[in-house]
């Protein structure tokens, strides 16, 4: 019989519970490792007050033994959660790289060892279990991120936990919100209202109960800001409910519907020049960005017996995405002006998403006796099908100000459908060869077809192109096996290997077709992830995870010139060449006051360093350009830098606490890094290419809880106001430099009735 995963239990001063999906009562912390599956419960994290814990081996009906992963509790954070600032939410997360071009917590961009943070597109992105991006296969962007005040906890799950959700090369991001399972009486109504800098003003309203048959809950956030910048005013609104019922001891239904708008002007980019002349200006006062989504889902947990069980998910996306503003081919150089002819601003081009998708995950999870010793074995299906509609009319919006989708002919250039349909079947399982050493063979199966048709645009002489129906169809299997071997009753060495996969996308079937041709036999990327590490914990003072990491990422898609007989030139997409990264990731949480004191139970001081080291490089990958002198010039980008990839990332910090009052000092450090491939150190003049300098932030939050009902919080982000940026966009919502916020504040005041 294996050791047990520890179970901690804390009763100091407020008690802190991460609830599951399906909640059951599990047994208090004896110090010793408690290896069962902990099916639909309530999970009371390894490290008690603490905000970054480690996953139980089994939860529900998955496996995390063996795998890099951490859970963090979003109850523990303090930082700034109401604009979703992941800066200090995923600061115990080694490695994780975030685009903060976004003040306003909107758009969430992460990424890690060397992957595009691209709206987090490289990984799986979920809620509650199932999907909230576009279009996991086809559009992977995740449009939608949930208000982080409604969120329990953060599951950030890398390699091999690609077998059980997907293939993506990064790794899953599931957020789990808050459900109502752990209040204890019938009706609880929970407010937070927050104002700050810039005219900041959030209001955070639930109710939820609890019966013997059911829980509920349900929340609705209103949040508007000026931005920090001049023409960055947004506003969210967004509410969630979810209802289960216990019909018997066996089976329980989940309902669930969420549904949020949001409205954000986007102020563009800025040269490196403008930037450190005044961050906050800006040439675009004509742009908008829009976007509602809406999902639902059925959640069906059935337990056989107390070794079986079996979750089904049913759900749904409807989501719209439209985009208005004045983008000229010149970028920077040409500004939003008032046309001397007609004495009206130019026309705006206009853009319009509609996601309408639908799926369905059945997993099961089972113990079994091999030679007297208990195995489990974890399976599951997957169905999905989504439908993306594409419109685009370049030029053709209208010449005002204010968020506008109307066109001026009613013709779109670009009228698209895609569609994705995805069968997978996957299954791993927990041999335990010992007590000590656990082995987890994991396989998946994915079947893929996507099916791109429609208008692509006109050509100069206005005849449409006509997007012949594109359809690619494959199926292959991907493998991994993990390992874990238990050092001591909370601490082991874990390692694993698994293949990932990155399909060929939609936008990889649709580059513009007066510039750019598509190769035909264009081939999915593929590659692998491994790990080995070290983690655990000593008592309740002494929190660490350490590893090495490779990424091997090959048939990566690029843009290539070539030239046609007629000696015109044109881009040519196709598979480019192949990229590895490699590094170290360690986080290590040390609290000196019960390291050499048992006594002080008022008082606590908890210390944190995580750190990455990640080398990300090209191999083979040609590349041709065209001169200006329109000579084809070829170049190899072996060694070169991948872009978007900084080799240090370091973030540490400090909370001391005293009985209820408590104050957080956080620093990051993240190292320069490019912009692009060919590893441009001088800006272009566009400002779209360059070094992106290496950047140092400070913020401070305090709390104070006048009793388990009541709190107030203040912080102050980015204390020393540093000026800088972590992206440079090519096109939307740029072009150029994109600024992160200056020095910021907020204050808010929260109550349970």
Known sequence: MAKRIS??????????????????????????????YLPDVTVVGRYSKSDIQQ???????SIYAGKKNALIVLDNVH???VTNNMRQVVAKVPGIHIWESDGSGIQIGLAARGLSPNRSWEFNVRQNGYDISADPFGYPEAYYNPQLQAVQRIEIVRGQGAL???????????YILRNGSEIRKKFEFETQQTVGSNGLFN???????????MHYYGFFDHRNADGYRNNSSYFTNSGFGTFTYNINKKLKITTELMRSHIRSQQPGGLTDAQLQQDVKQSFRSRNWFDITWTTAAIIANYEFNEHARMNVKVFGIFGNRNSVGYLPAGGISIGDTINHSTHQYNARNVNADKYRNAGMEARFISDYQVFHTKQTVSAGIRLYKGTTYRYAADGKGTTGTGYDMRLTDDTWARD?????????AFAENI?????????????RYEYITGNAGGRNGFTATGTPVILQDQKKSRGFFLAGIGAEYHTGSLTEIYANITQAFRPVQFADLTAPPTTDVIDQELQDARGYNADLGYRGKIKSWLFFDAGIFFLQYNNRIGTIVQQRTDGSFYNYRTNVGNSSSKGFEGMIEFSPVKAFSSTINKADLSVFVSYCYTDAKYGNLKVITKNSNNQLTETNLKNKKVENAPENIIRTGMTVSYKTVSLTGQLSYVDDSFADANNTI???????NGLIPAYSVVDLTAVYKFSAKLNIRAGINNVSNSTYFTRRAGGYPGPGALPADGRTFFISIGAKL
């Open 431 to 443: 041999f335990r060869v010992s007590k000590k050493f656990l082995v987890i063979p994991g396989i």
């Open 682 to 688: 001088i800006p272009t003049a566009n400002a779209q």
């Open 55 to 61: 996953m139980p081996e089994i939860v529900g009906t």
């Open 416 to 424: 698209i459908d895609f569609k994705t349909t995805n069968l997978a």
């Open 79 to 81: 930082g700034n959660v």
């Open 7 to 36: 179970i901690l239990v804390l009763s100091i001063g407020l008690h802190v519970t991460i609830t599951a999906q399906d909640n059951t009562n599990i047994q208090k912390d004896t110090t010793k490792p408690v290896h069962k």
């Open 164 to 174: 059980q959700y997907g293939p993506q090369f990064g790794g899953l991001v599931n």
């Open 203 to 213: 209001s955070y309203n639930a109710i939820g109960g609890k019966t013997e048959k």
